[in-house]
């Protein structure tokens, strides 16, 4: 199967030795510990590393589901090694939304998992958002994935087909918040942080667990921490490594990292846009606040005085937004 890369086409075959896996970490942002792993594809071809997005729209449906069951069998052979040297981690497969017309999914997913001796809460399948998920048959694959007791995820949500009509209709169990949402973070605090506060209202209204994607630095990942998200993936725990690595990563991690309340303008400018967009006061009393630390390493009097403001009785509005918009500035201006 041809696929065009710098306009050169390469041939592709879902049976070659070109399949390269690699895992990344997702992490609890309150106890640092990590559990799951995703798996991600790649495929070296002609000296060339592809990423799924230049090899998945040229593959047909049928290469597609055999590339799925490629890739979930290599992983759960993994996972059962990893058992087996005392390692207990679930992992994370992506499927393409093509494979979950075929009414035998299921069937791959339980054999698979039969295969190795796993039980289904080990594993996580999530949807891509590479086309939609629009028809009864995919639909109801979903619902057969979750009866085996696998759970179900959502790739990439707020970005391309992944809506939060998606979220309401179809049944998930975790959602990805999309990384270029959470990098939006850095240069537009505000518009972000509200879209964020939306898609995590709506998945957890469904009972979702909610992870972080492109989680790159510590103001990242207590500003995504904040607006609600519980679990990370970036490259501030781990870039994607080989299977082969995982278990030295685990056991090289002595003890998780607990992700500090506020330790960045970032955080702050979350800490403080959570609580002035309900209209509420900062809990406790100001000398105790988290971004209390922040404010006197790094503020002027005038944002010190807007702070102790949104502490007490009733909030101040003229200060909050004074305080909002002096977070703002820093956030973009570092």
């Known amino acids: 199967m041809a696929v065009p890369v710098n306009r050169s086409p390469v041939e592709v075959d879902v049976d070659d030795d070109g399949l390269r896996l690699e895992l990344q970490p997702v992490v609890n942002l309150r106890t640092g510990a990590a559990r799951t792993f995703e798996a991600l594809v790649r495929w070296d071809v002609g000296g060339r590393r592809l990423a799924p997005a230049e090899f998945l729209p040229a ?14 069998g290599r992983v759960l052979g993994h996972v059962r090694s990893w058992d087996l040297e005392g390692i207990t981690v679930d992992v994370s497969v992506n499927v393409d939304p093509r494979t979950l017309r075929d009414r035998r999914c299921s069937s791959w997913v339980a054999t698979a998992l039969e295969r190795q001796a796993l039980s289904a809460d080990r594993l996580v399948v999530e949807v891509l958002e590479t086309s939609p998920v629009d028809c009864a048959a995919q639909t109801e694959t979903l619902v057969q994935l979750r009866r085996l007791g696998v759970r179900v995820g959502m790739d990439d949500f707020g970005a391309g087909h992944s809506t939060i009509a998606r979220l309401t209709d179809l049944p998930f169990d975790v959602v990805k918040i999309d990384r270029s949402l959470v990098g939006l973070l850095l240069s537009d605090p505000r518009s972000a942080a509200s879209t964020i506060d939306s898609l995590v209202s709506a998945a957890t209204s469904q009972g979702c ?9 510590t103001s990242l990942a207590e500003a995504v921490l904040l607006l609600g998200a519980d679990l990370g993936q ?12 995982v278990a030295d990563w ?6 998780p990292r607990p992700q500090k309340p506020v330790t960045t303008m970032l955080g702050a400018f979350a800490l403080h846009w959570r609580h002035a967009s309900l209209g509420r006061v900062h809990p406790g009393g100001v000398e105790d606040c988290a971004m209390s630390t922040v404010l006197r390493d790094g503020a002027d009097d005038a944002a010190v005085r807007w702070h102790a403001r949104q502490h007490g009785d009733r909030p101040d509005p003229v200060a909050a937004r004074a305080l909002e918009e002096w977070l703002v500035s820093r956030v973009v201006g570092d």
């Open 59 to 72: 593959l047909s449906a049928q290469d597609v589901d055999r590339l799925f069951q490629r890739v979930l």
């Open 209 to 217: 667990r909610i992870v972080a994607e492109g989680v790159e630095n």
């Open 234 to 245: 970036g490259f501030l725990y781990a870039c994607p490594m080989p299977p082969e690595a």
């Open 250 to 255: 685990i056991r090289g991690r002595w003890a």
